[in-house]
């Protein structure tokens, strides 16, 4: 069973969104998730900079016909993170009371 625990570094939501994604696959490539995104390089470089130094992604650089790609996965610790903190958004949501029905006029 997953424990619930919320994740500042998760949580900000461009890094959230491309811990979604990796939690979808097994590895993704850089250019798929920049443009799924729409994001710069140099911004996806830095959110998978920080994602990766917290132990949660790992990176794979490979040179193919003189061309260079980037892909990324999750790790072990990225997943159990990612599950944590999913769980700990739906606890906050179960906790939160329903809206209160509106009246038409």
Known sequence: MTTARFDETIHPSTRLAIVSLL??????????????LQMSDSALSKQLGTLE???????ERVTHQRRRRV???LTRDGRA???GHVAALREMLDLAP???PTTRR
């Not at 939690?23 to 799924?36: L, Y």
């Not at 130094?53 to 990176?59: H, Q």
């Open 81 to 83: 993170a990612f599950d």
């Open 23 to 36: 939690a979808a696959s097994d590895w993704i490539e850089f250019g798929f998730i920049r443009d799924e």
């Open 98 to 100: 329903a809206p209160a």
């Open 53 to 59: 130094e917290a132990g949660y992604l790992a990176l």
């Open 71 to 73: 892909r990324a996965r």
